[in-house]
T-cell receptor
């Protein structure tokens, strides 16, 4: 069975600095998608970035980028030039591409604090 | 604003009771998903509907059921409620069922069982 592990319950970063959130996963599938979601205090789940496993190139969305290491099953999120509004819970998620089943597995989250 | 609406925002009820949570997907989205988020945990997938039909089931208890209506809104019914059912319940919608389709999440319904 697939698993998603976020080993950092909480991280802090100084405003304008860079922080990296870690995520590892386990799967025997070769094709899948990985996601990072942001959940601010409002509790709304917001998609930050996603990565297709068969794509070598790391996904980037403005200040957010990922370091996808398929062989190591690692999918970390880098936030550059951190802003106060980045403070939130961040969830890593795995989704299978197997159309016969639905697997959307979330990690337990990392709480990011941004210090002014 | 994702375009997905959920009602009510908050619900407080007693053990043994039954509640119904409602979700209206974004205009044009045919697929609806339900998730449960217990305190400070990740989301647990419950069930998915596509154009009125159940498409996939996750860790949904037998006490829970859902349906999607012809106008595509969906309801999640929780019965014989227990204290452990207290959680945030999210609905999400997408155009299709494939993984390539982004899911848009609603604001959630916070259920408190006392």
């Amino acid at each position: 069975a697939q698993t998603v592990t976020q080993s950092q319950p909480e991280m802090s970063v100084q405003e304008a600095e860079t922080v990296t959130l870690s995520c590892t996963y386990d799967t025997s599938e070769s094709d899948y998608y990985l996601f990072w979601y942001k959940q601010p205090p409002s509790r709304q789940m917001i998609l930050v970035i996603r990565q297709e496993a068969y794509k070598q190139q790391n996904a980037t969305e403005n200040r957010f980028s990922v370091n996808f290491q398929k062989a190591a099953k690692s999918f970390s999120l880098k936030i550059s030039d951190s802003q106060l509004g980045d403070a939130a819970m961040y969830f890593c998620a795995y989704r299978s591409t197997d159309s016969g089943t639905y697997k959307y597995i979330f990690g337990t989250g990392t709480r990011l604090k941004v210090l002014a | 604003d994702s375009g997905v609406t959920q009602t009510p925002k908050h619900l407080i009820t007693a053990t043994g009771q039954r509640v119904t949570l409602r979700c209206s997907p974004r205009s044009g989205d045919l697929s609806v998903y339900w998730y449960q988020q217990s305190l400070d945990q990740g989301l647990q997938f419950l069930i998915q509907y596509y154009n009125g039909e159940e498409r996939a089931k996750g860790n949904i208890l037998e006490r829970f059921s859902a349906q999607q209506f012809p106008d595509l809104h969906s309801e999640l019914n929780l019965s014989s409620l227990e204290l452990g059912d207290s959680a945030l319940y999210f609905c999400a919608s997408s155009v299709g069922t494939g993984v390539a389709y982004e899911q848009y999440f609603g604001p959630g319904t916070r259920l408190t069982v006392t």
